[in-house]
């Protein structure tokens, strides 16, 4: 009597890393931990004890901080890749990120028309946000946890107010944390570093892992943890659906447009909280 085993042979698409580089679960809890714990001691301990009662408007010095905790995620994004990426070439760093133009997952064409998916899930993003349809499970949990409840520094309305008119200096600060935020730093962490090398650990569910430890990266803004836990798979989920970085990166980075309509209201006094 003769048996036949089949064994099931993964594909991987072309772009996909191979699995023998992929990450082991300690070296992505590292790399979230590099990014996740300097942002949370910032918050609730730097600026409380350090910064908050030594300056007129707390919310600035939040600002400041934060944008070189975001630095910080560019300078470790770049020690990693250039651990990594040999010889650092733009080609290998195209093959390692997901650089490479946005690529349809049913035809295989390639082409920049496909970020227009990315500007189109901003704009329900933005619906969701508008309607408040997360905002009672943050409520449940600050209800739940008074402690945790957002510091007034954290909240962006506090910069709105009349000693930072005039102080466009601080457009630059923005400027580099817009960056690093949505480029080189948050973002290129979380699906340009971290994505391509989790499936290893987590198989098809990478894209779901990726979103979990993006929205507890959010130390810095637990009150919103919940509502994150539901949505942030999408930053991870356009970038795997078309294996291309840019994808996510515009998605996250439409963000920034909302700033930097806000911050310069706010300097030239228009807008008042």
């Known amino acids: 009597m003769t048996t036949t085993t089949t064994t099931r042979i993964r594909t991987l698409d072309s772009r996909d890393l191979p699995d023998d580089e992929q990450y ?35 919310a600035l010095g939040w600002l400041l901080l934060a944008t070189v905790g975001l630095v910080w995620q560019a300078v470790l994004a770049f020690l990693i890749l250039r651990r990594e990426v040999r010889p650092f070439t733009w080609e290998n ?18 082409s920049w028309r496909f970020l227009w998916w990315a500007v189109g899930a901003a704009a329900v993003w933005a619906g969701i946000g508008a309607l408040g349809l997360v905002d ?3 409520d449940a949990l600050v209800h739940s946890f008074p ?30 944390l817009i960056a690093a935020n949505y480029l080189v730093g948050e973002e290129l962490i979380f699906r340009g570093i971290l994505l391509p090398k989790m499936r290893g650990v987590f198989g098809r569910w990478d894209v779901l892992a990726n979103g979990l430890l993006f929205s507890w990266y959010h130390l810095h803004l637990i009150w919103e943890v919940p509502g994150m836990m539901l949505t942030d798979w999408i ?23 909302f700033l930097l309509i806000v911050f310069p209201l706010a300097i030239a006094g228009v807008i008042q909280s």
Not at 28 to 54: E, H, Q
Not at 93 to 100: F, P, Q, S, V, Y
Not at 243 to 251: C, E, G, I, N, T
């Open 147 to 176: 402690a945790i409840a957002p510091p007034d520094y954290a909240l962006i309305e506090n910069l709105a107010v009349p000693e930072v008119v005039g102080q466009w200096w601080i457009m630059g600060v923005l400027l580099v």
């Open 136 to 138: 009672p499970l943050n």
């Open 93 to 110: 760093l195209k093959r390692r990120l997901w650089l490479g133009k946005p690529r349809s997952p049913r035809t295989g064409r390639t």
């Open 24 to 58: 082991p679960l300690w070296k992505i809890l590292a790399i979230w931990a590099a990014t996740a714990l300097p942002m949370g001691v910032g918050l609730w301990w730097v600026m409380p004890t350090f910064i908050a009662p030594r300056m007129d408007v707390p």
């Open 235 to 257: 930053y991870a989920y356009l970038a795997k659906r078309y294996r291309s970085y840019w994808m996510s990166a515009l998605f996250h980075g439409i963000d920034g447009v």
